[in-house]
């Protein structure tokens, strides 16, 4: 079975905090994913990753860097958390094997900040 | 650009009743389809896949999707509701010929089955 792990279930931090977000997957997949889900806007891409040291950024990039130096590691960075950051933050990951393949998640972060 | 929308915020439907969960998407060319569900604190689990071929699609835990090409629809269904069944529903989106590998997901739809 694919796994899709993250660093922290629950994590609470204060304004103005650098926050690293891990996510690690076993499956020698391509593609890693960072997404937010808020209630009411479902999921919404912040970066992706199609190899190591590649990214490109999804449709809400603002106020989040990424790093991929490995295949199977891929991180999310608030550089200075403010409290429109408080989310849930959700990493997948997925094949390019097959162009279809559908995205495997993590289970997510709830990320706090005060 | 490519869109999901799913027009219904919560669904409820009685255990033992078939349910329907309304998915409609935009996207140039034709579109590579999803459903995902999400339990309580949990991540994202996949249901099933639209690709290519049939249009009636089934999935896991007994849910199938039909796809409309005519009304750019994607809806999900289940012949007979169970309690467990109670969660929140994603449908998502990837188009064959945008070259984006990321999906773009709906607002979703929470399912409530009562008993």
């Known amino acids: 079975d694919v796994k899709v792990t993250q660093s922290s279930r629950y994590l609470v931090k204060r304004t103005g905090e650098k926050v690293f977000l891990e996510c690690v997957q076993d499956?020698?997949?391509?593609?890693m994913f960072w997404y937010r889900q808020d209630p009411g806007l479902g999921l919404r891409l912040i970066y992706f990753?199609?190899?190591?040291?590649?990214?490109e950024k999804g449709d809400i990039p603002e106020g989040y860097s990424v790093s991929r130096e490995k295949k199977e590691r891929f991180s999310l960075i608030l550089e200075s958390a403010s409290t429109n950051q408080t989310s849930m933050y959700l990493c997948a990951s997925s094949s390019d094997r097959d162009l279809y393949n559908e995205q495997f998640f993590g289970p997510g972060t709830r990320l706090t900040v005060l | 650009a490519q869109s999901v929308a799913q027009p219904e915020d919560q669904v409820n439907v009685a255990e033992g009743n078939p349910l329907t969960v309304k998915c409609t998407y935009s996207?140039?060319?034709?579109?590579?389809l999803f459903w995902y569900v999400q339990y309580p604190n949990r991540g994202l689990q996949f249901l099933l896949k639209?690709?290519?071929?049939?249009?009636l699609v089934k999935g896991s835990y007994g849910f199938e999707a039909e796809f409309n090409k005519s009304q750019t629809s994607f809806h999900l269904k289940k012949p007979s509701a169970l309690v467990s069944d109670s969660a929140l529903y994603f449908c998502a989106v990837r188009g064959m010929d945008t070259g984006r590998r990321a999906l773009t997901f709906g607002s979703g739809t929470r399912l409530q089955v009562q008993p």
């Open positions: 996207v140039s060319g034709n579109p590579y």
């Open positions: 990753s199609y190899d190591v040291k590649m990214k």
């Open positions: 499956m020698d997949h391509e593609n």
């Open positions: 639209y690709i290519t071929g049939d249009n």
